[in-house]
């Protein structure tokens, strides 16, 4: 859906900032609002953990990742660093993380995690909703990069 030669990057307002940081607050003390947790993953230049609350999704039992905020600075750590950790409360979920590039396989992902999370992303996909046709989430696909993350143990 986007027309511009820059990827696409919804970036958080102040009012965002701060509602992400108590969300991440939230996950640190062992409180999962609707199943979020905290991303912890290593900063491709300043090689120090980034942390941001994020939306697990699991789908056809593997669990993803999903920017609804497009080409976000986590997607590019996480491109870079390959990996990540999940964590709520003491418990800290290593992962290794694989893009899925599929615009078809992409678009399935997407339609099931805009079912669970639509009420709280949908400003995100420009449109696109749960409710979308195959074509119209395939061509939103580019604009929100999908991790299938494998937990280690």
Not at 28 to 48: D, K, N, P, Q, Y
Not at 51 to 68: C, D, K, M
Request: charged share 20%; aromatic share 10%.
């Amino acid at each position: 859906m986007n027309a511009s030669p820059e990827p696409y990057y919804a970036k958080a307002s102040p009012l965002d900032v701060r509602f992400n940081a108590f969300l991440g607050k939230l996950a640190r003390l062992g409180i999962s609002l609707a199943g979020t947790a905290e991303l912890s993953v290593r900063g491709r230049e300043s090689g120090e953990m980034q942390r941001i609350p994020v939306n697990p999704h699991t789908y056809e039992g593997a669990q993803y990742l999903v920017s609804a905020r497009g080409h976000s600075q986590w997607v590019r750590n996480m491109r870079a660093a390959g990996g990540g950790e999940l964590r709520v409360g003491r418990k800290v979920r290593p992962f290794t993380a694989t893009e899925i590039t599929d615009p078809v396989q992409q678009a399935a992902i997407l339609r099931a995690y805009l079912e669970k999370w639509g009420w709280e992303v949908n400003r995100f996909f420009q449109g696109v909703t749960a409710k979308s046709s195959d074509a119209e989430l395939q061509e939103a696909a580019g604009d929100h990069p999908v991790f299938r993350i494998t937990v280690s143990n």
